[in-house]
């Protein structure tokens, strides 16, 4: 399976701590909340390409990372954060709308923290409609080739935590064990772990450890805006080969900050380049290439095999 998180340093002001109770709550509906792209596995090579990050009226790096995803056929993903500066209904008309915009009916949306700048993310659920999942939740999986794709909330305080126990947590763990599979993969904002600005989200370690007491391949992550891959690792940072990958994609258009020193894992990383990621989901295994936009001249490859 395949997901992306971040470690621990703090979070920033807009998410909080997370501060929900650990009792269990009443069991969530463990099924999807919306309608899959596909009702069934669909054999052979699957594409999911895009980033974190994204529309800023005041600059044309969102335009050139739409420029490559124009010419790139397969489901299109976000890392939230998709509409700057707060996710109002007008940033969505004005900054996304004209450039990702474009592939609307083919994106899988997860939500960020400027999303939610705006009350509930209002312009964020509007704007998706019901391909961003329940308002109240805003996490769903989808099927893509043969892969599931679990696109998870990691504003943890809006949505009743990320802890063990909480609705979004008890949800992931009912639904990895009703659709079992060999390949999965996970989307989220806040990165489990990052060398970047924002660092280490802690809070998003039980999410990780649903994903990897699963098998799951790979995780995603926007947030800190930068490039960086992570080699396999346990939900506490140790080097695993059956680990999960996790690679930061916070690189869709917004602005490019400086990465600090890697910690552990960190494999390669880069924060100069705009671009986008372009996943190869196969019957069993895994490729990605971090594809820059014109003029850029970094460029990242990895592959794996499903657990």
């Not at 971040?6 to 919306?34: E, L, R």
């Not at 004209?98 to 997860?110: I, N, Y």
């Not at 009703?178 to 660092?199: D, K």
Request: a negative charge.
């Amino acid at each position: 399976m395949i997901l992306i998180a971040g470690c621990s340093s703090q979070p920033v002001a807009s998410i909080g701590p997370d501060t929900s109770p650990t009792s269990t709550p009443s069991a969530p509906d463990a099924s999807p909340t919306s309608t899959p792209l596909a009702s069934s596995p669909t054999p052979g090579p699957a594409t999911l390409v895009g980033a974190g990050d994204v529309a800023n009226c005041a600059t044309a790096d969102d335009s050139a990372t739409a420029a490559l995803i124009a010419g790139i056929p397969g489901t299109v993903f976000t890392a939230g954060d998709n509409a700057y500066e707060d996710g109002t209904a007008a940033n969505f008309r004005d900054c996304y709308a004209p450039t990702w915009g474009q592939f609307l009916d083919r994106t899988l949306p997860a939500v960020g923290n400027h999303d939610y700048l705006t009350t509930d993310a209002a312009g964020y659920f509007g704007y998706f409609g019901s391909a961003a999942g329940d308002p109240s939740q805003g996490w769903y999986a989808r099927q893509v080739g043969t892969w599931r794709v679990y696109i998870i909330n990691s504003n943890c305080n809006t949505v009743g935590g990320c802890r063990v126990g909480t609705p979004q947590e008890q949800w992931l763990r009912a639904d990895l064990a009703a659709n079992p599979t060999a390949c999965a993969l996970a989307i989220w904002h806040h990165p489990r772990f990052s060398s970047g600005e924002h660092g280490n989200f802690s809070s998003m370690t039980p999410i990780w450890q649903a994903l990897y007491d699963a098998g799951a391949e790979l995780v995603i992550n926007g947030h800190d805006h930068d490039y960086e891959r992570f080699a396999p690792q346990t939900p506490a940072g140790k080097a695993d080969p059956n680990g999960i990958v996790e690679i930061v994609v916070g690189t869709g258009g917004r602005g490019l900050r400086a990465v600090g020193k890697p910690i552990a894992n960190s494999v390669v990383h880069d924060d100069k380049t705009f671009g986008v990621l372009k996943l190869t989901l196969s019957d069993g295994s895994w490729e990605s290439t971090f594809i820059p936009v014109a003029g850029g001249t970094f460029t990242d490859t990895s592959s794996g095999t499903c657990h």
